[in-house]
């Protein structure tokens, strides 16, 4: 610790420590010896770069201020002498010219305007090719189309042939079949079997004729409906017996046959079919009518009458047959386990009611099933 100088003339009972003159000299020769040793050379070096020995700083201030202003304005011609000369520009008027382009410029740019328009050109023939190839093939998809309709209309006439052949007419003493009813009666025997409504030879219907008063056309029992032609088709008069090979409900169509005609005019027909559902919610023995519960049904029909099948009792049968009709407006009849028996005024008529009646009950069926 450095502490403060003393004199003799202190006292010798200060407690202060005394600077020791001879210690701090000999600290500072040290000090001094180690700066010669790290010296790098770098005085040398700096004389090297510079081409001399170094030189010392200035002793002191500038001995007086500068000798006056510069000689002239600034941009003066010392300032362009300076930077590379004069730099002054000519005064008189600009060039009435505009500046051309160089020769190779104006090659290559005549160069391009024919590749441009070269490439126009061919852009414009594909173009053209691609319209005729587009009205070409606009050609070809209106011939095909011409020859799909074609093909169209000759399928239309093949499925009609089958569907609707062609039938003779049917030639009776005293009377004529027209071969268009007879083809009627196949028709309807197709649909019938398509819609499910009946199946093999199960089932009969009959049609009042249009050209001779109380004729009636009927089907002969055992007649495979889906496959009917001409020798299937019976005639007989209504109210009389039975004809040869009629089936056993020629009473029963007897009957709504009238019925159909007070109703229609004249006009009358009755189908018969073993519709499944019909059938089946008829054999419910508690059950003694058929009420559909969906709209179409309800508002149609309202209320369908089973009646119980009486061959043994057929008088007695026919007069509830009537009584039943009357339940749904001359329309049709339910027998127990029998299907059921829809009048028209023609075959589309009544195969309408029967269809109807069977989609009634199969949803009534369905609504039963799940306690609805």
Known sequence: MIGHYTTGAERASDSG???????????????ADETEDNDDGSDEMLAKVTGGPPTSSPSGPPSGPPSGPPSGPPGSSGSRAMFGGNTSQPSGPPPSTAPSAPSGAQSMS???????????????????????????????????????????????????????????????????????????????????????????????????????????????????????????????????AAPNRASEDWQIHSVGLAI????????????????????????????????????????????????????????????EITEALKQTGNKLFVARGHGLYALGADLLEAWGNAAAFEHSMRVLYYSELADL
């Not at 020791?20 to 500072?28: D, E, S």
């Not at 032609?229 to 007989?236: P, W």
């Not at 073993?274 to 309202?302: H, I, Q």
């Open 17 to 31: 420590p005394v600077f020791n003159r001879h210690a701090f000299r000999g600290l500072g020769a040290h000090m």
């Open 110 to 240: 005549t160069g391009s305007s024919v590749v441009v328009e070269a490439g126009q050109e061919k852009i414009e023939a594909v173009k053209r090719t691609v319209d005729g190839d587009e009205k070409v093939e606009l050609a070809q998809l209106r011939e095909e189309n011409e020859s799909l309709k074609k093909s169209m209309a000759a399928a239309v006439d093949v499925i009609q042939e089958v569907e609707n052949p062609v039938m003779p007419p049917i030639v009776g003493e005293g009377y004529v079949v027209p071969g268009e009813v007879v083809g009627l009666f196949a028709t309807l025997g197709r649909q019938l079997q398509k819609g499910g409504l009946t199946h093999g030879t199960a089932g009969s219907f009959s049609l009042l004729s249009t050209t001779s008063p109380g004729l009636v056309h009927i089907t002969r029992q055992g007649a495979a409906l889906a496959l009917m032609n001409e020798g299937d088709l019976i005639t007989g008069r209504l109210g009389d």
């Open 260 to 319: 159909a005609s007070l109703e229609h005019e004249g006009r009358g027909a009755c189908v018969h079919v073993a519709a499944p559902y019909t059938t089946a919610m008829s054999m419910e023995k508690d059950r003694y009518a058929l009420v559909p519960t969906d709209f179409e049904g309800r508002s149609t029909f309202g209320r369908a009458t089973i009646v119980d099948v009486q061959y043994n009792d057929m008088e007695g049968y026919l007069v």
